[in-house]
T-cell receptor
């Protein structure tokens, strides 16, 4: 049972345009969501997060939107840059302190930004 | 600041062999995790620890063991390697206050 799903395996975008990566979840207990970025042969690095009490969080070029009723979140990158080309993972955790930070990951979306 | 360090980076094992994947962090984090990533899949939690001497199973613990004798170290042990354990293994750590986990660079393990 895939509790966090990223249905688009890949996304190709022109430099300067907007990249939108999507993520759906099924577990209503998830209350914290994170996006990680991963380059080849490296570990995932934290990008941005959002608590379930918010519907938007912004950090520079990166904005995450959360729609709790639809159990859907999205990551917007504006403007996209070639250095943004990487695999993006959506992750979720449940239960606040009792979850001990355990994360459930989506399958990842490969983003390619063309110059 | 080294963060989370994993060794080795690559390893080839024969079926039935055993090995220990090492993980150490220098951020004084209480929480540590082991994940595996199979091709085209997300990361799956193998084991986690909330402090020295305390470990618990994650989603896919079969075939693995862990220990946490110090805050810094969280080794992962494979006793009888099987081809199904061919994967990339990531160690991560997190403080009890923040929600962001820091990951190591990964260990690519092939069992033949």
């Amino acid at each position: 049972d895939q509790q966090v799903k990223q249905n688009s395996p890949s996304l190709s975008v022109q430099e300067g345009r907007i990249s939108i990566l999507n993520c759906d979840y099924t577990n209503s207990m998830f209350d914290y969501f994170l996006w990680y970025k991963k380059y080849p042969a490296e570990g995932p690095t934290f990008l941005i997060s959002i608590s379930s009490i918010k519907d938007k969080n912004e950090d520079g070029r990166f904005t995450v939107f959360l729609n709790k009723s639809a159990k859907h979140l999205s990551l917007h990158i504006v403007p996209s840059q070639p250095g943004d080309s990487a695999v993006y993972f959506c992750a979720a955790s449940a239960g606040g302190g009792t979850s001990y930070g355990k994360l459930t990951f989506g399958q990842g979306t490969i983003l390619t930004v063309h110059p | 600041n080294a963060g989370v360090t994993q060794t080795p980076k690559f390893r080839i094992l024969k079926i039935g062999q055993s090995m220990t994947l090492q993980c150490t962090q220098d951020m004084n984090h209480n929480y540590m995790y082991w994940y595996r990533q199979d091709p085209g899949m997300g990361l799956k939690l193998i084991y986690y620890s909330v402090g020295a001497g305390i470990t618990d199973k994650g989603e896919v613990p079969n075939g693995y063991n862990v220990s946490r004798s110090t805050t810094e170290d969280f080794p992962l042990r494979l006793e009888l390697a099987a081809p199904s354990q061919t994967s990339v293994y990531f160690c991560a750590s997190r403080s009890t206050r923040n929600t962001e986990a820091f990951f190591g660079q990964g260990t690519r393990l092939t069992v033949v």
